[in-house]
């Protein structure tokens, strides 16, 4: 690949990045509860410090603000000091206090716009789950928002002591007569006890959402790797029975690799579910390697375990042709490895802004023999 092809190609990966990011829906969020049940601890824990601190907090109403970043596609309601019992939110209140009522005035008022962008997806109603107890005002409001038809969690939070918040989970189970996820959390770390709950609680939220909001949710929240890995899988396993029958384009030459269409594509979707912030030198990197890998494969030397012998006939194909069935099984080795490879970006153990093309190279033919047939 010429050097003007080269830069053409990084600046379409750069720009197919970019593009899938900004395409992305918009999930609303809405958070509700009762002042000091930890509400902004559970924002952090689930999308990251950065959200709220950085988030436009644009008031909605005076007692709801809508934290929202620039391509973030994850916008949150946020019920700030909001009290319930205050509001006398009881089933009279929700006909005779439309006008004095924050949470029902915002959801009326997305329900009759002719848009579904604003609607509200999903709604977390946080409840602390130590030493405390739900109130009459609050099990009529979240009927009021089941009859609504809105997707509702309940979140216990600070569950310091399990029996305890498992109790108030059985009290709420019988107050309130509908079927919805209660879940248990901790969203902080304390000296005896580690964060828990909180995947359970992402795993329920993106199940609730329309398929078309998934990927956005898992995109934004970071707290959970296993739910991005599992939809990276699916990136990988559709790449793969793309290129299966199709084979690859004829390959000039060793010195002269190409990557294909469709690994550049299952490439930029696997970073974008990872939230990988990039720009043209990370891309850069990440592509430069990968041709590396390539150069490597179809030369047929030996990478840590001899790639040429684990799929038959890449070390011939200097000429020639990559057939279907081993188009396909580099594709998903390929894809695999690029996915170890971001998990390992985003738990800190590799910097691609620092990581130069040869070393990267060399990471991911070490970790490709993982994914290859034995």
């Known amino acids: ?45 689930v999308f990251g410090e950065d959200l709220v601190k950085t988030g436009v907090g644009k008031p909605v109403t005076e007692d709801i603000h809508l934290i929202e970043q620039k391509n973030f596609p994850v ?11 205050k509001m006398g939110f009881d089933i009279k209140s929700v006909v005779k206090s439309f ?4 949470i029902q005035q915002l959801i009326k008022k997305v329900q009759a716009t ?30 009021w928002l089941v009859d609504q038809k809105l997707p509702v969690i309940i979140v216990l939070t600070k569950c310091f002591d399990l029996k305890e918040a498992t109790l108030l989970k059985n009290e709420i189970e019988k107050l309130i007569d509908s079927s919805f996820d209660i879940i248990l959390v901790l969203a902080k770390q304390t000296e005896h006890q580690g964060i828990f709950g909180i995947e359970e609680l992402i795993d329920a939220t993106v199940e609730l959402l329309p398929e078309g909001l998934q990927a956005s949710f898992i995109h ?8 991005k890995h599992n939809e990276a899988v699916k990136v990988v396993t ?8 199709t084979g690859f384009a004829p390959i000039p030459g060793a ?3 190409i990557m294909m269409t469709s690994q550049t594509a299952m490439m930029t979707k696997i970073t974008s579910i990872y939230g990988i912030e990039v720009d043209k030198q990370k891309i850069e990197t990440a592509l430069t390697s990968m041709l590396g890998v390539y150069a490597a494969m179809i030369s047929g030397k030996s990478l840590a375990g001899n790639i040429a012998k684990l799929v038959p006939g890449v070390g011939t194909l200097g000429g020639g042709l990559i057939s279907g069935g081993v188009g396909m099984v580099i594709t998903g080795a390929l894809g695999y490895a690029y996915i170890e490879l971001m998990e390992l970006v985003i738990k800190g153990q ?11 190279t060399d990471l991911l033919l070490k970790l490709l023999p993982n994914y290859l047939p034995k």
Do not use: C
């Not at 006008?99 to 924050?102: A, D, I, S, V």
């Open 255 to 257: 010195d002269a690799p």
């Open 75 to 85: 916008r949150i309601y946020d019920t700030v000091g909001f009290e319930i019992s």
């Open 220 to 227: 934004s929240q970071e707290a959970s790797i296993k739910v």
């Open 350 to 360: 590799v910097d691609l802004s620092t990581m130069t093309p040869d070393a990267l």
């Open 99 to 102: 006008k004095r009522n924050p």
């Open 238 to 245: 559709a790449t793969m029975a793309a290129n299966f029958g």
């Open 114 to 143: 002719e848009t579904t962008d604003d609607d509200v997806h999903v709604v977390w109603y946080v409840i602390s789950g130590s030493g405390a107890r739900i109130e009459e005002a609050e099990i009529s409001f979240i009927k």
């Open 1 to 45: 690949m010429d050097q003007a092809n080269y830069k053409k190609y990084v600046e379409e990966t750069f720009n197919n990045v970019k593009k899938e990011n900004k395409e992305l829906k918009k999930v609303n969020l809405l958070i509700a509860g009762k002042s000091g049940v930890g509400k902004s601890t559970l924002i952090n824990t």
